[in-house]
Each structure stands twice: as structure tokens, then as C-alpha cells.
């Protein structure tokens, strides 16, 4: 396999049959996004895995750092009232 | 087995047959070596699906000889002079420029072929081309992708493009040629006349080649004989390798 520094990485969602949103499922590289296209149609989508793809440069997705992970999620830890699961649901209620 | 199975449809077959088998096989040659990971899943697709439209063929072709030949008796039991596909399919890979350039000539006469087969009157032939239709499709968008990227990129993927091109121009001419069978099958429906998807397939190549920004080869001489058995020297090394395991341990098995 060549040098593929010159190519960016691209990552790959594809939404399967039933899924309602496209899921993450992994990154190539390729010269363009009609070739990253083509290329995970191939790698990912071998075993009918999906029905719709996106490819997304990796250069444009911001990222949390792990530094970040304190500030970030730790103060949701503890505040379960933010979970519904304060009040009851009427028997009436079936799909919930 | 002779070389012109005595049906002329099963003979017809046996054609579309072979050039799906022998392109199947060069393309699988890629398999670990292709210039990128990404590229080597994505020829070795290609070669699976001409593997199975192959295989779909060859079993048509052996309920109307009435042989009982199975798949693997014609790939791998049949001499050269036994094979009827065309050159282009058996040429060398090449760089990657030369096997794409024999993609985008070959896919883009198959589709066209494939689309009107789905007419056919032989219903099975019928069915075998509505499902490749799909497949082929995106061969021919696959080499399409490429061929214009490398003829539209720097100076020396143009220049080995361009090579490619005029390497493999010659060996076209073949794929549009009639002859008696099919000509006797074109009278019954069953199947294309060659020559019919000539025009289409000039305006498609022209089309990308524009787009490339490449130069379409004048017409120079024009080799032919792979319907009649007659091949190229680098088809008798390929077919060596495609049957050497087969031969030498017959009915060996996974």
C-alpha cells in the first residue's frame, strides 16, 4: 500500500434498513468525497449493512477533548432529576 | 467438449459467460495489491459480481447443451481454445490506469449489452440480465470515477492514463463484431446484435474521455478470434494459474 498522506480521512455513516438515523461506523481515506462515497459503499456495505451513507471530512468534525471530560459531563452526574422518572404514569397510558 | 457447444444458444451463453469469468479472475489478481485497501475491496466486488453473473451463465448454458456440465467443468476443465471471450477481458492489468481503462471500455459495452438482454426471449437469459443491470451500473461508474480523475489529475496519472487508453483501444472493435450465431439469435430474440450498441457506447466513452480531458485513439488495427478460441499470449499464462489447483488435485475441496 502506497503513501495515503496526500489523501484525507473521511468518516463513514450509513443508516441501515430499519435504522431511523445514520450510525458511525468507522473512517477511509480517499482523494475526494465521491470517492470516499464509492469506498464505503464497498468497505461497509458489503453485507447489507445500509441503505444511505454520509461521509463527513474528519478535518471538519470538533471534538471534545478528554481534558474536557470534567467540566464537560461530570456535573450531570449527579442531578437524576433531570431523569423522568419523577412522577407516575395513569394506567391508562400504554405506550409511553 | 468441444469449443461451439453444439446449441447455439447454450454457444451464445458460453460467450457472455467467459467474459464475465475471465474479467472476474484478472481483477481478482488485484486481491492484496491494489494501490489502496479501499481499492482492492472495491475490485475484488467487482470481480465477485462477474464471478456470480458468470456462474448464473454457465448453468443456463448447461441445461440447453444438455452436458450436465457444472460450473467448475467450464472454468476450469476447458482448454484455452475452448474459451470464447473477447480480448479486451483477458489483456493484462497493468497499472492500476490500464486495468481501469479496460474496465471503463468493457463495463460500459456490458451494461449496455446487459440492458438490452433483459428483452431477451430466453426468460432466464432475461432474469440473469435485469439482476446485473444493477451490478454493472456501478462497475461502470466506478471506472468512470477514476478514469476521470487520473485523466484530469497530474501530469503522469494523464500521461499513464492516456497509455492505458491506447493500449486496450484496439481490442473494442471485437466486442461489436456479428458473426453467423448471432445473427441466427438475433432473428429468434435471444440475443443482441453487437453491432446495434455501437452508437451508445461511442457517445458514453466520448463523453468521459472529453471530461477526462483525454484523446480518443484513432481506429488502427483491430484484433479479433477470442469468439472463435483464438487468444492472446498473456490468456494461456492466466488460465495456467486459474487451473493449476484444479487440475492437479481434481475435485479438491475447501
Known amino acids: 500500500m502506497s503513501e495515503r498522506s496526500h489523501e484525507p480521512l473521511w468518516e463513514v455513516f450509513i443508516r441501515s434498513k430499519r435504522g431511523l438515523s445514520h450510525n458511525h461506523v468507522g473512517s477511509l481515506h480517499a482523494a475526494d468525497a465521491q470517492l470516499a462515497l464509492r469506498n464505503a459503499r464497498d468497505v461497509f456495505t458489503r453485507r447489507m449493512e445500509g441503505v444511505s451513507i454520509w461521509v463527513v471530512p474528519s478535518a471538519e468534525i470538533t471534538a471534545s477533548s478528554p481534558d474536557e471530560r470534567d467540566p ?12 423522568p422518572t419523577f412522577y407516575d404514569i395513569p394506567k391508562e397510558v400504554k405506550q409511553l | ?14 460467450r457472455l459467460a467467459d467474459d464475465c469469468l475471465v474479467l472476474s479472475h484478472r481483477l481478482a489478481q488485484w486481491s492484496s495489491r491494489a494501490p489502496t485497501l479501499e481499492e482492492d475491496v472495491a475490485l475484488t466486488n467487482i470481480a465477485l459480481d462477474l464471478l456470480g453473473q458468470s456462474r448464473a451463465l454457465y448453468a443456463r448454458a448447461s441445461e440447453l447443451d444438455g452436458s450436465g456440465r457444472s460450473e467448475d467443468d467450464y472454468a476450469y476443465l476447458r482448454d484455452e481454445r475452448e474459451f470464447v471471450n473477447c480480448l479486451l477481458v483477458e489483456q ?32 432466464q437469459l432475461a432474469a440473469i440480465a435485469a439482476k446485473a443491470v444493477k451490478e454493472t451500473t456501478y462497475h461502470v461508474d466506478h471506472a468512470v470515477l477514476w478514469v476521470v480523475r487520473l485523466g484530469d489529475g497530474t501530469d503522469e496519472s494523464h500521461r ?7 493500449s486496450l483501444w484496439p481490442y473494442t472493435a471485437e466486442l461489436f463484431e456479428d458473426d453467423e450465431l448471432t445473427r441466427q439469435l438475433v432473428t429468434r430474440g435471444v ?13 458514453t466513452v466520448e463523453r468521459v474521455l472529453r471530461e477526462a480531458t ?16 483464438l487468444h492472446t499470449e498473456p490468456f494461456g499464462y492466466m488460465l495456467a494459474e486459474m487451473q493449476h489447483l484444479h487440475r492437479s488435485h481434481p475435485g479438491a475441496r475447501w
Not at chain 2, 497493468?94 to 481503462?101: C, L, R
Not at chain 2, 499513464?160 to 491506447?166: C, G, S, V
Not at chain 2, 440475443?191 to 457517445?203: F, G, I, M, S, T
Open chain 1, 72 to 83: 464537560f459531563f461530570e456535573p450531570a452526574a449527579d442531578k437524576a432529576y433531570r431523569h
Open chain 2, 214 to 229: 483525454m484523446q480518443q485513439p484513432a481506429a488502427s488495427w483491430a484484433p479479433t478470434g477470442g469468439r472463435q478460441g
Open chain 2, 1 to 14: 467438449m468441444t469449443a461451439v457447444a453444439a446449441d447455439p444458444s447454450a454457444a451464445y451463453l458460453l
Open chain 2, 191 to 203: 440475443a443482441v446484435d453487437p453491432e446495434k450498441l455501437r452508437e451508445q457506447w461511442d457517445q
Open chain 2, 160 to 166: 499513464r492514463m492516456q497509455a492505458a487508453l491506447d
Open chain 2, 92 to 123: 493484462e492489468n497493468g497499472d492500476f490506469a490500464v486495468t481501469i481503462a479496460r474496465q471503463l471500455l468493457f463495463s460500459t459495452f456490458q451494461l449496455l449489452q446487459w440492458r438490452a438482454l433483459c428483452d431477451s426471449t430466453d426468460m
